[in-house]
């Protein structure tokens, strides 16, 4: 029989399929293959085709120019844009502010056909610090109370360009997504006195059939309450609510727990695409200490449709420890 799961952060309701396990032959896996190189605005040599340089790794040549390794720039279409004020209004029952914020785009490496996947360590580790370097700059400016990190990778997932690239959208509100994930943090410490993030990571310790990777400070599992099929979360084992408070021991960790967690999805989903998106606290004023951050990695394999939308449930055909079971069986190949 099929069951119904609760997660104890927002109150999420899943549903497992138990009846029938599909495989991956079942799932309409679309081709990531890339084939834009030539008119690629992200490569080598196209440098003047997006704004100029906020931050980079170089190994040689002027700002701007060919030799970096990691770029990260303003994104040439924002969502949002960092001059100007908020001016918040009301207009009738509404609220309304101007759209201000900071949108920026890393470029994870020169090579058109290199995903986060395909990165060595210390490629991937330069991602994490970006995030992070980013991240404290950001949190500067007083406007901003949130500073959301997210990947599409896939034309389905919301890629518009098939370089590998991650972006950051810092905003001047707390997003609904994010203040429910907090209320319920918050709620479930003051009942327990413990952080339910850090209770996940204990029952997943205890139970060892969702794990798909663990070092010392960094830990990725399927959640018991997955989503979606291969649905798969990275948190830092030591209680952190930003992630700013990332310590140079710890960096490396969740870079090797990033890089091998998409590699095992890519090997044995055949480079399915996928969203992952970086959960941190707010920001000035707004932070919160019972908060866990990480990381959540959504395969994009089955379609959100009228149930889930008209219910609040989503349906996993996949039971995480099947998922985890599976993913592991991916053979890894040591890199440095």
């Given at each position: ?20 396990i599909p495989t991956v032959k079942d799932f309409k896996i679309e ?197 979606f099929p291969y649905e798969v979360w990275i948190m830092p084992k ?99």
């Amino acid at each position: 029989m099929n069951e119904l799961r609760r997660e104890p952060v927002t109150g999420r309701w899943i549903v497992t399929y138990l009846d029938r396990i599909p495989t991956v032959k079942d799932f309409k896996i679309e081709s990531n293959e890339k084939k834009g190189e030539a008119t690629c605005p992200f490569c080598w040599g196209k440098e003047d085709q997006t704004p100029p340089e906020i931050l980079v790794h170089r190994k040689y040549g002027p700002p701007n120019s060919p030799g970096w390794t990691l770029r990260v720039v303003s994104n040439k279409f924002p969502a949002l844009r960092i001059e100007g004020e908020l001016n918040k209004e009301g207009v009738g029952v509404f609220d309304m502010m101007n759209g201000i914020g900071a949108h920026e785009v890393i470029i994870e490496a020169h090579e058109h056909n290199r995903d986060t996947a395909d990165l060595s360590y210390a490629e991937a580790e330069q991602v994490i610090w970006a995030y992070v370097s980013r991240s404290v700059d950001l949190r500067r400016d007083k406007r901003f109370k949130y500073i959301l990190i997210f990947k599409n990778y896939g034309k389905i997932a919301g890629a518009s360009l098939e370089h590998g690239h991650s972006q950051l959208i810092a905003l001047p509100i707390v997003p609904k997504r994010v203040q429910e994930e907090l209320e319920g943090a918050a709620t479930y410490f003051s009942y327990k006195e413990r952080c339910v993030f850090c209770d996940m990571i204990r029952e997943e310790r205890d139970e060892k059939e969702r794990i798909i990777y663990e070092d010392e400070k960094v830990i990725a599992f399927c959640p018991y309450v997955s989503r979606f099929p291969y649905e798969v979360w990275i948190m830092p084992k030591r209680h952190a609510s930003d992630l700013t408070g990332l310590d140079r021991d710890t960096v490396p960790c969740v870079a090797k727990a990033l890089r091998d967690t998409l590699l095992r999805i890519k090997k044995y989903l055949g480079d399915p695409a996928y969203n992952f998106i970086i959960h941190t606290s707010p920001i000035n004023g707004h932070d919160r200490e019972d908060y866990h951050w990480h990381i959540e990695i959504m395969p994009k394999l089955v379609k959100v449709a009228g149930f889930e939308w008209g219910s609040g449930f989503y349906i996993n055909p996949v039971p995480p420890d099947i998922a985890a079971k599976n993913l592991l069986s991916v053979k890894l190949e040591e890199t440095k």
